[in-house]
């Protein structure tokens, strides 16, 4: 699986937007872009995923680097309840493949 | 009730037991995984099956066994466990897709 570059950790004030972003230089046209989070003592959540166009649910948005080598989760009003661990994660579409984890991105959202 | 259940929570054993930490799930997802995580490290794939028949090794799998007993439920064993199992361990399931996996809350281990 190709990796993924994230910043070790980000600071957020609460109600504000946050633009997590994420470097993937090596990936293929095959890879999908996907977002997971981890809150303190539970596992690891889906956020989101996309492959070449933006994405939005109700969790946050996703938009993607017209040549696909970087994105950037966004939440558009952070929450203490969004303080966790976002992982940047590319998985090939073919049916084999798996999720790899890195080490991520820890977002702490202060008053 | 949760859509991944595992089972302990928590676990304390002694080096050179042999312990089960079980996973059961009402998805009705046929990919089954069980990851290992580290204190500030990511998950690390140790085993995963992509239905009844089908397991495979990940990249940690050396110490470790599984056993696919039906779609729904997902055994992992530490034959003989030694202190550098001393982790938290996930089970998680994803439709044929690998598409929007679902994790359980964890198993604690500590080997003494």
């Known amino acids: 699986d190709a990796k993924t570059t994230q910043p070790n950790s980000m600071e957020s004030n609460e109600e504000e937007p946050v633009h997590l972003p994420c470097n993937h230089s090596?990936?293929?046209?095959?890879?999908?872009i996907h977002w997971y989070r981890q809150l303190p003592s539970q596992g690891p959540e889906y956020v989101i995923h996309g492959l070449t166009s933006n994405v939005n649910n109700r969790m946050a948005s996703l938009a993607i680097a017209e040549d696909r080598k970087s994105s950037t989760l966004i939440l558009h009003r952070a929450t203490l309840r969004d303080a966790a661990v976002y992982y940047c994660?590319?998985?090939?579409?073919?049916?084999?493949?798996?999720?790899?984890f890195g080490t991520g991105t820890r977002l702490q959202v202060t008053l | 009730d949760a859509d991944v259940t595992q089972t302990p929570r928590n676990r304390i054993t002694k080096t050179g037991k042999r312990i089960m930490l079980e996973c059961s799930q009402t998805k009705g997802h046929d990919r089954m995984y069980w990851y290992r995580q580290d204190p500030g490290l990511g998950l690390r794939l140790i085993y995963y099956?992509?239905?009844?028949?089908?397991?495979n090794k990940g990249e940690i799998s050396d110490g470790y066994s599984v056993s696919r007993q039906a779609q729904a439920k997902f055994s992992l064993s530490l034959e003989s466990a030694i202190p550098n199992q001393t982790a938290l361990y996930f089970c998680?399931?994803?439709?044929?897709?690998?598409?929007?996996?679902?994790f359980g809350s964890g198993t604690r281990l500590t080997v003494v």
């Open positions: 090596t990936i293929s046209g095959t890879d999908y």
């Open positions: 099956s992509f239905d009844v028949k089908d397991i």
């Open positions: 998680a399931t994803s439709d044929f897709r690998g598409e929007g996996y679902t």
């Open positions: 994660i590319l998985r090939d579409s073919g049916t084999a493949s798996k999720l790899t």
